[in-house]
């Protein structure tokens, strides 16, 4: 199902529809490539987050460590796994 589309302009609409086929056909070759849901997947994903810590030195953004879930994820999709420190400041 689609939800009402607020744009006015064709080729507006045209580009609002395009994109969500693109992530609708994105998410399929995901669930294919990890063999499950994209709601599973999703929910593994997202317990890959992003910390800012400050300090008297400076910023850090640090990585939390996947899951093992999270880190199957990944392989499956074959995505490298993000580095711990992500940035320091």
Known sequence: RMRPVF?????R???HIAITVLA???ERVIEH??????????DDLKRIQL??????????WQITEP???AAN???ALKIKPP??????D
Do not use: F, Y
Not at 51 to 59: C, D, E, I, R, Y
Not at 83 to 88: I, R, S, Y
């Open 7 to 11: 744009h006015w302009a064709p080729h």
């Open 13 to 15: 609409i045209h580009a």
């Open 24 to 26: 609708l056909l994105l």
């Open 33 to 42: 490539a990890c063999q499950d849901t994209w709601r599973n997947i999703r």
């Open 51 to 60: 910390a800012q810590l400050s300090s008297p030195n400076g910023m850090v």
């Open 67 to 69: 899951t093992a879930d």
């Open 73 to 75: 994820r990944l392989k």
């Open 83 to 88: 580095p711990p420190v992500l940035k320091l």
